[in-house]
């Protein structure tokens, strides 16, 4: 059979009424499928062309919102089409914040950003994170994808007027043939504007519409001529803030193996186990009906991803073959991923009888294990242990040289170590000799994992630590929020080190005021030293406002 795509039954229903989904506290409400923009890679444009799509009424929608909070759910997302071009989009809103949902999210394409009054309106009704769809981070490439001509003048707009009212901005695109070349420019625009978020998803065949063989051949590029591009967005991610939270959706790993903790797929990129819960497993049983489109080839079961790979489209492989899919195996990412960005992947076999330990609900006497915690985007394997008194001791294992104040180190992993107060001092050691020992036996004939000589003492200052950082992000955020000295803006809080952050404010030509921190713990008490660096090329005396606003 021809690759195609074509629009299902389910389309047609969804586009004349609301529908949702839902998962946990998380709820999303879909206003239909009308839309102003004609993405090439989306069935809402087509369905609003061909006048399928309609308007659908609020009743519905209220009647949803009110079913989704009275079970539980408090993150919401408002999705279409275009929501906020529903004639009672704003009564919807409205309606969500007062039945109390505490997160919400308005996912749009920004065509009501330069509206006027627009903005202004929805700050009204409360605080919400704008979740915008940037199609290309260029005018070209994203004018290209929607097919509208003011469309990429519009978002900008938009996204001066949140930054300018301090508003959280997240931003989403789908990677196409129109746009992929202006990937590498996704990290300076986001930069202007403050963004937070950035998820870069692939197209998905099935839902494009009713296309045929062409069209999606051409709106589809093969995965490894967008591979340089994404290369290339993530290297200046990485130089800019190692900690900004860029991630790849749906990419077949193996395309660019090297970013592996960037990407993930069928939505989860933490995965938690605890004792009622099979983790990844059931996280992938969720988007089944998004796997059953997509396949693996023979080698892929060699692969090292193969446990968090949904594998490739079926469509693709017919537009353009297997060749480019090569299982890697585990030596090969060793040597392409020197800075182990693929840490959780990368630590598995040296877990192995410590997981096995684990899963047989071995720990010693008074403790248990009550979750593991993996985290691929920011490569660390988190297991909590509780103690019959009720207090815990995290273990955090990071690749060599990231740990804060490692407790146990080999060529493999740093152990961090976090005690809540109040665990007998001989529970503790005893619980830290039993996770070394399962570790050690997990070494396979190279050096084993050494303990620290105070291990014990540095565990205990390690929520001293703790505190003096979340001070240190509290401020940071105090700062963000309240700062507004005209030509300046507050950048993310940066970590360069588990000890040091930074909070940089930069004006015009150059001007930065740095705020530094540096964190540590005096005795029982935890501490948190302050000072400036400032850069004012041209002098003209903004640099010295600016301090004394971060003062004040
Ligand atoms: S499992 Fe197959 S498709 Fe997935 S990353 Fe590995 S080789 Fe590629």
Redesign the pocket.
Known sequence: MMPGSYITEEDRRAATTVTTSGSGHKFEIQLGHLCNNRCVFCSSGQLTAMKIARAVPLEPIVEALEAARAAGAWHLTFLGGEPTTHKRFLDALGKAVELGFQHIVIFTNGVMFPHPGFIDSVLALGRFEWRVSIQGATDEAHVATTGRPESFRRILHGLGELQRHGQLVTANMCVNERSYRSLPEYPALLRRYGVRQLHVDIVRPESTGERDQEYLREIMPRYSDMAPYYDEMLARFDEWNPDFDVNVGNL???ILPKWGSRIHHGGQETVTKSADAVGLEDAMNKYEWHGSLRT??P??DE?V??PR?T??FRVYLQLHGEDE????SREALVALDPERRNFVVLVEPRLGPLRAALGADESPPGWRTEREISEDRRRRVEIVFAHRDGARAHFVLLAPGRGRAPVITCDAYDVDVEVDPGVPTDAFAELLSWFHGRLAAGSDGTPAPALAPHAIEQAVHGPMLLRSRQRVTLLAKRVEAHFALPGWRVEPLRWPTEASAVLPVRGSAEACVEVRFTIGARGKRSTVGVEFRAADPTGDGGVKAVMEALVE
């Open positions: 077949p790993y193996c693996y080839l080698g892929c692969c991803f193969r790979c594998g490739i899919f090569r299982p890697i």
